[in-house]
């Protein structure tokens, strides 16, 4: 199993070095290009960790690394997390046309009380006192990472996207959520397969086979 959590949030403009956007780069590609490079030796499930702030992502093709317009990084961080979702649903979509019996799914943790939420990369007395409110109001660590094992172990379908139960889930019990409309895009998700190949150089295993 693969369960793919590493991710940065909202930071100041930054790159990774490979040039990369730091956001899409961490959040996206990086996980793109582990998850195809290690897919061979995966035997039962990817999960890939996204955020509702996919809702308010798009996928800028034209500049998916910030490099022309300036730079926002609540709309870059969306993006990236839209693209987690896209990402899941085209690996699912590539899996069961090869006959592999590995599933992909996604799943978020609501709002959780981690460094994460603590230390999102801005300043000023607002956003620190803006931080303090949310992790007040935020599930523990703990409870936060619940959809994530629930995507990893329970019996369920591939393009599965699991998150808190609770209201606008924030919080609450894990169990299968909704996506937005720009997250179920099949076109788009093959279009970002395709460029996250170009970026990355690597791509879906040709002899993944079906006893992977």
């Given at each position: 199993?693969?369960?793919?959590?590493?991710?940065?949030?909202?930071?100041?403009?930054?790159?990774?070095?490979?040039?990369?956007?730091?956001?899409?780069?961490?959040?996206?590609?990086?996980?793109?290009?582990?998850?195809?490079?290690?897919?061979?030796?995966?035997?039962?499930?990817v999960?890939?960790?996204?955020?509702?702030?996919?809702?308010?992502?798009?996928?800028?093709?034209?500049?998916?690394?910030?490099?022309?317009?300036?730079?926002?990084?609540?709309?870059?961080?969306?993006?990236?997390?839209?693209?987690n979702?896209?990402?899941?649903?085209?690996?699912?979509?590539?899996?069961?046309?090869?006959?592999?019996?590995?599933?992909?799914?996604?799943?978020?943790?609501?709002?959780?009380?981690?460094?994460?939420?603590?230390?999102?990369?801005?300043?000023g007395?607002?956003?620190?006192?803006?931080?303090?409110?949310?992790?007040?109001?935020?599930?523990?660590?703990?409870?936060?990472?619940?959809?994530?094992?629930y995507?990893?172990?329970a019996?369920?379908?591939?393009?599965?996207y699991?998150?808190?139960?609770?209201?606008?889930?924030?919080?609450?019990?894990?169990e299968?959520?909704?996506?937005?409309?720009?997250?179920?895009?099949?076109?788009?998700?093959?279009?970002?397969?395709?460029?996250?190949?170009?970026?990355?150089?690597?791509a879906?295993?040709?002899?993944?086979?079906?006893?992977?």
């Amino acid at each position: 199993m693969l369960i793919n959590n590493a991710g940065v949030m909202i930071p100041p403009l930054s790159r990774t070095a490979d040039g990369f956007e730091l956001q899409f780069g961490t959040n996206h590609l990086g996980h793109f290009a582990l998850t195809n490079l290690l897919l061979p030796r995966v035997r039962d499930r990817v999960v890939t960790v996204s955020s509702t702030g996919h809702r308010v992502g798009s996928i800028d093709f034209d500049d998916l690394n910030w490099e022309r317009k300036p730079y926002r990084a609540m709309p870059a961080y969306a993006q990236s997390k839209l693209a987690n979702l896209l990402f899941t649903s085209e690996l699912q979509r590539r899996l069961t046309g090869v006959g592999s019996p590995v599933i992909a799914t996604a799943a978020h943790p609501g709002m959780a009380a981690t460094n994460l939420l603590r230390s999102s990369g801005r300043r000023g007395l607002l956003h620190r006192a803006q931080e303090a409110v949310a992790c007040l109001f935020a599930q523990s660590d703990d409870d936060g990472a619940l959809p994530t094992l629930y995507a990893a172990v329970a019996d369920l379908p591939g393009d599965s996207y699991a998150g808190p139960g609770g209201f606008m889930q924030g919080r609450g019990a894990p169990e299968l959520v909704d996506r937005a409309s720009n997250a179920r895009d099949a076109e788009v998700a093959r279009r970002l397969w395709r460029v996250s190949e170009e970026l990355t150089g690597v791509a879906f295993p040709t002899a993944l086979s079906r006893s992977a």
